[in-house]
Nanobody
Framework: VQLQASGGGLVQPGGSLRLSCAASGINLNYYNITWFRQAPGNEREGVSCISTGDRTTYVDDSVKGRFTISRDKIEHTVNLQMNNLKPEDTAVYFC????????????RGKGTQVTVSS
């Protein structure tokens, strides 16, 4: 099983990026999926989680109103639309299966770097 996050890059403050999480070996449609991020020297933090029923069950306060998690059931991907990005959003973002959208991580993959800088 492999999860792969993509879509990161360098963006100016106020800009947008769309991250995508895909998997091989499992069908993401059957898993709660959480996007996490980790900046150098910081602990991992949960950003947002979407349930198998497509309910957004968790959004971190720091990204509310700016980030939106969604699921594409045809493509079997989970996406994170990030708008109005701030320098403090800079981190490696990765996706993982999450048993109860509570940080109980199962499968996880390599992340994608998001850098917000002018």
């Amino acid at each position: 099983v492999q999860l792969q996050a993509s879509g990161g890059g360098l963006v100016q403050p106020g800009g947008s990026l769309r991250l995508s999480c895909a998997a091989s070996g499992i069908n993401l449609n059957y898993y709660n999926i959480t996007w996490f991020r980790q900046a150098p020297g910081n602990e991992r933090e949960g950003v947002s989680c979407i349930s198998t029923g497509d309910r957004t069950t968790y959004v971190d306060d720091s990204v509310k109103g700016r980030f939106t998690i969604s699921r594409d059931k045809i493509e079997h991907t989970v996406n994170l639309q990030m708008n109005n990005l701030k320098p403090e959003d800079t981190a490696v973002y990765f996706c993982a299966t999450d048993r109860s959208c509570n940080g109980n991580v199962g499968y996880r993959g390599k992340g994608t770097q998001v850098t917000v800088s002018s």
